[in-house]
T-cell receptor, first 118, second 109 residues
Framework: GAVVSQHPSWVICKSGTSVKIECRSL??????MFWYRQFPKQSLMLMAT?????????EQGVEKDKFLINHASLTLSTLTVTSAHPEDSSFYIC??????????????FGPGTRLLVL | GQNIDQPTEMTATEGAIVQINCTYQ??????LFWYQQHAGEAPTFLSY????GLEEKGRFSSFLSRSKGYSYLLLKELQMKDSASYLC??????????FGGGTRLMVKP
């Protein structure tokens, strides 16, 4: 099946710093990627839809100036958490949409990035 | 809007059968997915239903009734490694997935 990677898998940073998370589709081109956030014992919450070559679409309540998304190529989307604070500590997961139609599993998930802001 | 409900927690015994229900009310429907997620890991795909009926895949089966907005995931011959969260997700417009809150399943010996 399709493979999606995320880097880094773990990051610990001081409050006020910015953190960049990369999401790559390794064996297919993804014009659309999704960024999710998951707090402990909760389900995945969609943060934004990242479209290659255009601005991301953010879900209600997600600050676009705080969570910067760049989808500069068909295999890479980045999420930058700017001026991170402890409340931003969470598990961030990306998924990439496979091209074409008729495929049952159209979103492939990355392994996730755990962010801890001190 | 989107509303997806599933039980928060369930407990079952090793070797038994467990059914996890999911009800949904969504503006647009393009398939329903079940994912398994172990703590600290990303979700892994289990099943997909777009037509009414039962889809069987080994120890796992998933059922869908579109008219009732209802699905269930059936796990047979439970194993300890099946202890995980099970996420019901509906695919709507634009291939977006909306997830339910997840059901934490604990399998006991």
């Amino acid at each position: 099946g399709a493979v999606v990677s995320q880097h880094p898998s773990w990051v610990i940073c001081k409050s006020g710093t910015s953190v960049k998370i990369e999401c790559r589709s390794l064996d297919f081109q993804a014009t659309t990627m999704f960024w999710y956030r998951q707090f402990p014992k909760q389900s995945l919450m969609l943060m934004a839809t990242s479209n290659e070559g255009s601005k991301a679409t953010y879900e209600q309540g997600v600050e676009k100036d705080k969570f910067l998304i760049n989808h500069a190529s068909l295999t890479l989307s980045t999420l930058t958490v700017t001026s991170a604070h402890p409340e931003d500590s969470s598990f961030y997961i990306c998924s990439a949409l496979t091209p074409g139609s008729g495929v049952q599993e159209t979103q492939y998930f990355g392994p996730g990035t755990r962010l801890l802001v001190l | 809007g989107q509303n997806i409900d599933q039980p928060t927690e369930m407990t079952a015994t090793e070797g038994a059968i467990v059914q996890i229900n999911c009800t949904y009310q969504t503006s647009g429907f393009n398939g329903l997915f079940w994912y398994q997620q172990h703590a600290g890991e990303a979700p892994t795909f289990l099943s997909y239903n777009v037509l009414d009926g039962l889809e069987e895949k080994g120890r796992f089966s998933s059922f869908l009734s579109r008219s009732k907005g209802y699905s269930y995931l059936l796990l047979k011959e439970l194993q300890m490694k099946d202890s995980a969260s099970y996420l019901c997700a509906v695919r709507g417009a634009g291939n977006m997935l909306t997830f339910g809150g997840g059901t934490r399943l604990m399998v006991k010996p």
